[in-house]
């Protein structure tokens, strides 16, 4: 049986959606206090420049992949654009959607896993997902899904954790591993599910894998952008053909 990574430790490939949708269920409640706190506000901040990143013009339509509790979808909404919301965890998805709402507008909503989109071929001329990839089974699988999703001349835009310059990684780790399961605990009721998550982030692919992913799901002029000292990074490439 194929086996994958949940955090540090090796699972089965069929159980790791299941364990990632039991994370989200658990802290959902308090995600959005949790981003603040551990990440001091900031990551307010990466979103805003992700979204100035992908360039989204009024009447466009954008789909937001792992949407969660929907902060890049409402940024979009408000720049004009057409927007669906799409995430395998259907409680996340729906306090995105009362969020959405409660700001005023309305997006379609779609329960789904990223690796099988429920969309019609180019059918978008933005695909983001923010702070999701990570936590999907085939990444592969999912970025291909993306890029077949794309109009030509779309772009997706991938807003993740990433590799921290080196000389920061030990009080990166120390805060990390440590800090955020006790903060985890405290906050929401749940250390494992904040390990897990720190877990996640070393296992995930670098800057430069990961645009080199994007590359062979058919994306073209890829490039990347380090915040936070490359702790978090945005990648954006172009379907052209």
Same mark, same amino acid.
């Given at each position: 049986?194929?086996?994958?990574?949940? =955090?540090?430790? /090796?699972?089965?490939? $069929? %159980?790791?959606? @299941?364990?990632?949708?039991? +994370?989200?269920?658990?802290?959902? *409640?308090?995600?959005?206090?949790?981003?603040?706190?551990?990440?001091?506000?900031?990551?307010?901040?990466?979103?805003?420049?992700?979204?100035?990143?992908?360039?989204?013009?009024?009447?466009?339509?954008?789909?937001?992949?792992?949407?969660?509790?929907?902060?890049?979808?409402?940024?979009?909404?408000?720049?004009?654009?057409?927007?669906?919301?799409?995430?395998?965890?259907?409680?996340?998805? =729906?306090?995105? /959607?009362?969020?959405? $709402? %409660?700001?005023? @507008?309305?997006?379609?909503? +779609?329960?789904?896993?990223?690796? *099988?989109?429920?969309?019609?071929?180019?059918?978008?001329?933005?695909?983001?997902?923010?702070?999701?990839?990570?936590?999907?089974?085939?990444?592969?699988?999912?970025?291909?899904?993306?890029?077949?999703?794309?109009?030509?001349?779309?772009?997706?835009?991938?807003?993740?954790?990433?590799?921290?310059?080196?000389?920061?990684?030990?009080?990166?780790?120390?805060?990390?591993?440590?800090?955020?399961?006790?903060?985890?605990?405290?906050? $929401?009721?749940?250390?494992?599910?904040?390990?897990?998550?720190?877990?996640?982030?070393?296992?995930?692919?670098?800057?430069?894998?990961?645009?080199?992913?994007?590359?062979?799901?058919?994306?073209?002029?890829?490039?990347?952008?380090?915040?936070?000292?490359?702790?978090?990074?945005?990648?954006?490439?172009?379907?052209?053909?």
């Amino acid at each position: 049986m194929a086996e994958t990574h949940f =955090g540090f430790e /090796r699972v089965a490939e $069929a %159980d790791k959606a @299941r364990r990632v949708g039991e +994370v989200f269920d658990s802290v959902a *409640r308090r995600y959005d206090l949790m981003n603040d706190l551990m990440s001091l506000g900031l990551h307010r901040l990466w979103k805003a420049f992700a979204v100035q990143v992908a360039r989204v013009r009024s009447g466009e339509r954008v789909l937001d992949v792992a949407s969660g509790s929907g902060d890049l979808a409402r940024a979009f909404a408000a720049r004009g654009a057409e927007v669906c919301m799409t995430d395998i965890n259907g409680e996340m998805l =729906g306090r995105g /959607r009362d969020r959405m $709402a %409660d700001a005023g @507008r309305l997006a379609p909503a +779609v329960q789904c896993d990223a690796e *099988r989109l429920p969309f019609r071929s180019a059918s978008f001329d933005c695909v983001s997902v923010g702070f999701g990839l990570r936590n999907m089974t085939r990444k592969e699988a999912a970025l291909a899904e993306m890029a077949r999703v794309l109009k030509p001349g779309g772009r997706l835009l991938v807003l993740e954790f990433s590799q921290i310059w080196k000389p920061l990684q030990k009080p990166y780790d120390l805060y990390s591993l440590h800090v955020l399961p006790w903060l985890g605990a405290r906050v $929401a009721g749940d250390a494992a599910a904040y390990r897990y998550l720190a877990e996640s982030i070393r296992m995930h692919p670098d800057q430069v894998s990961l645009a080199a992913m994007l590359e062979r799901a058919g994306l073209e002029q890829v490039e990347y952008f380090n915040l936070a000292a490359g702790a978090v990074a945005v990648h954006r490439g172009y379907k052209l053909g």
